[in-house]
């Protein structure tokens, strides 16, 4: 490959410092020995379509989008996946050679793959989900979870209209229960996933009573900062799996790499590693 032709990919968002991404992907071009860059951009909202035209011009094949551009790629993108339009927001693009914006959403299946890796016995038919958080992250789970085949989603969100509003985007098989009443909803779940941020750093506890928490019930934190949130840790307690979320990062980020760099990773235990440090 000559030098003018080395892939050039990366991240935006506002603030952008946080984020693992550069970890990840540097951690995957030194492992495959790919000569590619991996770059962090703070983009404002103001000169997101600006970038997004100006970065296939010098050599960017695909970026991966976090907040607040999420939903706005969408709008400026060419071609849409259908599953980022179903979730209204995409993370994922990638700019053809005939300058043409494609638009994925990855989310849903880092979170199954984090899923199935860390409670390889799940299985999606056997019992209903309680999904808490009705934000993007909930709308990215709840069309995973779907097409997984759970069978029924109990969902549950401090402000109850969001909650409805994902009901009427996705049917019968969601069911929304008051904030209140989520401690007894958790009593049936198969699988109790946290999309909300309470729990992470610098935010409030969830504050919810896992006191009905069953054994069998799998439970996922979509936090990763703290590693092993207070829902994980009580989940432990109560013999439960119980799933961290640093997987779904790692995992959103393989379909990504393998369209930009030409191979298709893999997540290892060495990738948490390079992403923890």
């Known amino acids: 490959m000559s030098e003018k032709n080395v892939p050039l990919a990366g991240v935006i968002g506002s603030p952008i410092a946080h984020s693992k991404s550069p970890q990840l992907h540097r951690h995957w071009l030194d492992t495959y020995k790919i000569r590619g860059f991996y770059v962090p951009m703070e983009v404002s909202a103001a000169d997101l379509e600006q970038v997004l035209r100006t ?94 085949g759970v069978p029924e989603i109990v969902l549950s969100n401090r402000t109850r209209a969001r909650s409805e509003q994902l009901q009427s985007d996705f049917g019968t098989r969601v069911r929304v229960v008051d904030w209140a009443q989520a401690s007894d909803a958790v009593r049936q779940a198969h699988l109790l996933v946290n999309t909300t941020s309470l729990g992470m750093v610098g935010k409030p506890e969830l504050q919810l009573s896992l006191d009905g928490l069953q054994e069998h019930t799998i439970v996922t934190d979509l936090v990763y900062n703290p590693l092993k949130t207070k829902l994980l840790k009580v989940a432990e307690e109560k013999g439960c799996v119980a799933v961290d979320g640093l997987g779904m990062l790692l995992h959103q980020g393989v379909p990504g790499f393998e369209r930009w760099f030409g191979r298709r990773p893999t997540v290892t235990e060495a990738t948490r590693s390079a992403v923890l440090k």
């Open 55 to 148: 970065l296939p011009k010098v050599g960017f094949v695909g970026l991966n989008v976090t907040l607040p551009h999420k939903e706005a790629v969408l709008k400026l993108a060419d071609e849409v996946t259908n599953r980022a339009g179903l979730i209204g927001a995409a993370n994922t693009l990638t700019f053809g050679e005939d300058g043409k914006i494609h638009a994925d959403n990855t989310d849903g299946y880092g979170f199954l793959e984090n899923l199935k890796s860390g409670a390889p016995d799940w299985n999606p038919s056997q019992g209903p989900a309680v999904v808490l958080g009705a934000g993007g992250a909930a709308r990215a789970v709840i069309v995973a979870l779907l097409d997984a």
